[in-house]
């Protein structure tokens, strides 16, 4: 069976793995990233690491689609440039052209946020679907448009930002410059601020201030705590609200909702589904089931691999 490499590039580590056509994980295997030592020895090292696992695999490289590499930031696929990459300090490096010469395999680039989509949607919780959305709620909210198989990534490789749909102009000020997007509200970050909002506002809770998370917001709304309800109740309304506006556009058939707050299982996903039905157009809701992630932290390695196996 033909196989690829897909590659994770991220702050931290660098997760590689070599993965079948059918999108099944063969072998993975992953490395620090070391951003301090500069471009030239990641890339040295990313080739490294693939060299190690097509020889681990025992995978023939004649069988070898070639490498496919989520990177976590904005790149320019045509010209296989890591244009910024803030979390390592990457301006304008050449990704695809050196390691191709020094693999002699094809290499493909994607932002690691849609790598990741693509990765669900092709042998996650969006299997089998043509078309998904993809979020991510972490300390922010990611996100991705897969249709047809394919990343949609837009003009300046934008498309799918669904947690920068600005829902309160004047909200919370936001990463991006803007105020009151839709991550302000809804990532992790922003259940633990509307939290910290309300009992700042002197609100009876159970909900400790130290070391608050938004694991413990959605478990203590769970035990009835009325602070904690109400901010799961904001937080999935204006979730719902982003989604049905993102899904009116695209039509999908499944929207995967990965990142540690999925975690939160039913208590956040109960009421998500609910706000949604109640924003997107009735047939819209009627085809787009509303789903966990399935490949947790190996999404982004499936889906780079995807960008080699199908080009
Ligand atoms: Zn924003």
Known sequence: MRTAVGIDLGGTFIKGAIVDEAGTIVIKEEIPTHAERGPSDILRRIEELARVLIERSGVELTDCAGVGIGVPGFIDTEAGVAVEVINIGWKNVFVRDPLTESLGLPVYMENDANAAALGEAFAGAGKGCESALCITLGTGVGGGVILEGKVLRGASHMAGEIGHIVLYPEGAPCNCGHRGCLETVSSATGVV???????????????????????????????????????????????????????????????????????????????????????????????????????????????????????
């Open 193 to 311: 601020r509307l939290a910290r909002e309300r009992m700042a506002r002197g609100e009876q809770t159970e909900l400790q201030s130290e070391n608050l998370t938004a694991a413990d917001v959605f478990a203590t709304a769970v035990r009835g705590d009325a602070l904690a309800q109400a901010v799961v109740a904001e937080a999935t309304e204006v979730l719902g609200r982003g989604l049905a506006i993102a899904a009116n556009i695209v039509n999908p058939v499944a929207i995967v909702v990965g990142g540690g707050m999925a975690r939160a299982g039913d208590a956040l996903f109960t009421p998500l589904r609910e706000a949604f039905s109640r924003y997107a157009l009735e047939r819209v809701a009627a085809v787009a089931k509303i789903v966990p992630a399935t490949l947790g932290n190996d999404a982004g390695v499936v889906g780079a691999s995807k960008l080699a196996l199908f080009p």
